[in-house]
């Protein structure tokens, strides 16, 4: 059997105990609290970790491309929210997947989009499942929830014989938050939001079976889920340096780490060198108010302890520059964990995970990759 020392670095290593723990935590605080999980699956990008983590082989299930898409609908996925907003030169990929009876549902928050899916829909003589998008928080995209346009773009879309499934938000702006009282009181802003579109476009007229939010965050500290029908999260089967510094986690319970080596040390022997730079650790920092603390990740032993004090301080694209209050003098050829600051930002430098199970390596598991 390979031994961690034979692995080339840097590369991708999962912890199978911690990996189930996360789930684990998430879907039995949302099955408290009678509301379902549709697991955002651009974080794992692999069938395996999918099952395990979604209510049934078949979905439900959230997807930021549609590479994902195409990937989890051939492993047997059939109920997909593609929860970015819909570009127009993605339409066939859509209409192909639903073709193949993957009910697949798609985003938008403008008449622009509206009209162009609309008439896209008309030539291909197709019906297509749409979510309108509800700016909860000012984060990003998204329609206010009390907008006039909600109740014209749903019209426009009804008219134009397309579905209009519900609404969807996400608290973005929770990754903003130091503090778990205010990321709480965003949980329940996020669903106050989602509610108040799905009342309004009810009360107009459209029956709005789906009422949809999520964020990592959001799905830990909030208590409320009255009239959302499902949660989206992602991040939380790894967890990551962001997830703790918001007090989601311990670092300890991160499930991903890159392992490396050490190829030298700086010429005043007060830093290390590796060869674990940005392509394998990204250049993401993570919260501005954690970056002196972490650093572009955290340091571990070869067995995965912290060593104290250590973190990424520097990043050249296959160089990392490690450093600390009282660096150690390793040698080279040692062997180092990097716990990751961004772990879908980390995940998506590699094509594969190295699966651990009591330390040990038990398999290899692929990662989707593209859009």
Excluded at 49 to 69: D, K, N
Excluded at 244 to 250: E, I, P, W
Aim: charged residues 25%.
């Amino acid at each position: 059997m390979t031994t961690l020392a034979a692995l080339t670095t840097p590369c991708l290593l999962l912890e199978d105990e911690k990996l189930q723990a996360n789930m684990d935590r998430l879907a039995r605080r949302l099955h408290e609290r009678g509301v379902s999980l549709r697991p955002h699956l651009k974080t794992c990008k692999n069938r395996e970790i999918a099952r395990r983590c979604m209510e049934s082989p078949t979905g439900p299930a959230t997807v930021s491309t549609l590479a994902e898409a195409e990937y989890f609908a051939a492993g047997g996925v059939r109920d997909i929210c593609y929860a970015v907003g819909i570009a127009p030169n993605k339409l066939e990929r859509v209409a192909g997947l639903r073709r193949r009876g993957i009910d697949l549902s798609v985003v938008l928050d403008n008449e622009e989009s509206a009209r162009l899916l609309v008439d896209f829909a008309r030539q291909r003589d197709c019906r297509l499942a749409v979510l309108l998008e509800i700016d909860c928080d000012g984060h990003r995209a998204g329609l206010r929830p009390d907008d006039p346009r909600l109740t014209a773009i749903a019209a426009l879309l009804r008219d134009g014989g397309q579905e209009v499934r519900g609404v969807l938000t996400h608290a973005g702006s929770a990754y903003d938050l130091p503090g778990t009282e205010a990321i709480t009181a965003l949980a329940a802003q996020e669903c106050a939001a989602a509610t108040t579109a799905a009342r309004l476009l009810r009360e107009a007229g459209f029956p709005c079976p789906v009422v949809s939010v999520g964020s990592t965050p959001t799905a830990f500290f909030g208590e409320d889920f009255s009239g959302i029908t499902e949660v989206r999260a992602g991040v939380y089967v790894f967890q990551d340096l962001v997830m703790a510094g918001l007090g989601v986690c311990r670092p300890e319970d991160l499930a991903l780490s890159v392992l490396t080596t050490v190829i030298g040390r700086q010429g005043d022997g007060r830093a290390l060198i590796v060869d674990a730079g940005w392509m394998a650790l990204s250049r993401d920092t993570g919260l501005p108010w954690k970056r002196d603390a972490f650093g572009y990740g955290l340091v571990c032993d070869e067995a995965g302890q912290l060593i104290p004090g250590l973190r990424v301080t520097e990043t050249n694209q296959e160089h990392g520059i490690v450093s600390g209050p009282s660096c150690p003098a390793l040698p080279a050829g040692t062997r180092l964990r990097i716990l990751p600051v961004h772990a879908c930002a980390t995940a998506a430098c590699f094509d594969s995970y190295i699966l651990l199970q009591d330390g040990r390596i038990s398999g290899r598991l692929e990662r989707c990759r593209g859009w």
